[in-house]
């Protein structure tokens, strides 16, 4: 079984630190610290074993090892397609396709993203349960960043609060959006008496959304936006309060007289690498049930 670990070669910089204070610049938390020491962890310098408040020199290989994560009783892996458009030893971004769920529910418990992943770990003998970054809706098709152990996670959660995590979407909305380009300002909170529906109101979530229209159809736009912020939700509500709700939406507006689903697609993710300390950006063309849309689209101008 392999188990995720970190190595670095101490420098001049650090030489003299503790483990601990070295440890806390690399954005390890104190209960990571804790999980490590009680849980099957280990901390290794030049391949000895030590602890927190050893005196770091410079030259030496300083090695932090991380417990086995436990995986959850539902979390059952499963031999499912999956699209990897990217991995490494800490992260992945695949392309996931529509009416497949993120994580199991009580209504999806099988079958979705979580199960092909961990699937996919097992091959890997990969000791890691699933740490989804960027989730998507159910019938939403696209790209989603995928942490391989709850530190990445970390890293990465703590990168998109300050912007360094990016999407940018695809859609195909209802009547013709008359602005070539703007942005959606409308905070949004739970709809009251719905555990599933959102809506914008005054007491909600600070959320924007920035688009510019693709191409116009005859009853329909073709949209691209880009997220600020990431409610749940989030372009579906904001495109509804518009008077533009996604084509399939029925759950806010639209209509599935053409498309079973919401006409939404992840299309481009980019994203600061806490390890390779790069910018990644990833795109992937619109499914087969959208582009077909578009055709059609044209075809009746």
Known sequence: MTYFSLQWTITQQADGKLIRDFLKEQHISRTALTDIKFHGGAIEVDGNPVTVRHLLRCGETLVVRFPPEERSADMIAEPLSLDVVYEDEYLLVVNKP????????????RGTLAN?????????????????????????????LVAKHRHVHHLLSELQKKGYVKRKYEALCHNVVEDER?????PIGR?????????????????????????RFRHYTHVSLELETG?????????????????????YGGSREKINRQALHSTELSFFHPFHQQMKRFRCPIPHDMNRLIEEGAAAQ
């Open 98 to 109: 529509p009416y497949m769920p993120t994580i199991p529910s009580r209504e999806h418990p």
């Open 116 to 144: 092909a992943l961990l699937h996919h770990y097992d091959k890997q003998n990969l000791s890691s349960t699933v740490h989804i970054v960027t989730r998507l809706d159910r019938d939403t098709s696209g790209l989603v």
């Open 182 to 186: 703007g942005t959606i300002t409308a």
């Open 191 to 215: 709809k009251e008496d719905s555990i599933i529906e959102r809506e914008v109101c005054e007491d909600g979530q600070r959320a924007i959304t920035h688009f510019h229209v693709l191409r």
């Open 231 to 251: 409610r749940t939700h989030q372009i579906r509500v904001h495109l509804a309060y518009l008077g533009h709700p996604l084509l399939g939406d029925e759950l």
